[in-house]
């Protein structure tokens, strides 16, 4: 069984940037769907994207979030990365990364994912 770690959250400024980290262990990122979701307090669960780490795919969301992250991969370090750009307040919440094992043409769209990592706090404050 495959287990995901994020990490690298943390308190930022607003307009500032921070990379997450979605590590992998008990199995590789080869052949995975990887999706990020965040959670703000008294909010659903929200989706951000999905990467393919077979082919590089990749499938975001329209939130708010929207053209101020980007979700890549490196199937060497069985990590997969959700950068941030002009973060604001309001992207305050807890990061998840999930997956799902996967095929090379599969889109990561509409996944239903089988293990979730513990979570990364992200605070956007001044």
């Known amino acids: 069984q495959v287990q995901l770690v994020e990490s690298g959250g943390g308190l930022v400024q607003p307009g500032g940037s921070l990379t997450l980290s979605c590590a992998a262990s008990?199995?590789?990122?080869?052949?995975?769907?990887i999706g990020w979701f965040r959670q703000a307090p008294g909010r659903s669960r929200e989706r951000l994207g999905c990467i393919n780490t077979a082919s590089g795919s990749t499938s975001y969301a329209d939130t708010t979030l929207k053209g101020r992250f980007t979700i890549s991969r490196d199937n060497r370090k069985n990590t997969v990365y959700l950068q941030f750009y002009s973060l604001r307040p309001e992207d305050t919440a807890v990061y998840y990364c999930a997956g799902k094992f996967t095929r090379y043409g599969n889109s990561c769209r509409g996944v239903v994912y089988d293990y979730w990592g513990q979570g990364t706090q992200v605070t956007v404050s001044a």
């Open positions: 008990g199995g590789t990122m080869d052949s995975q769907a």
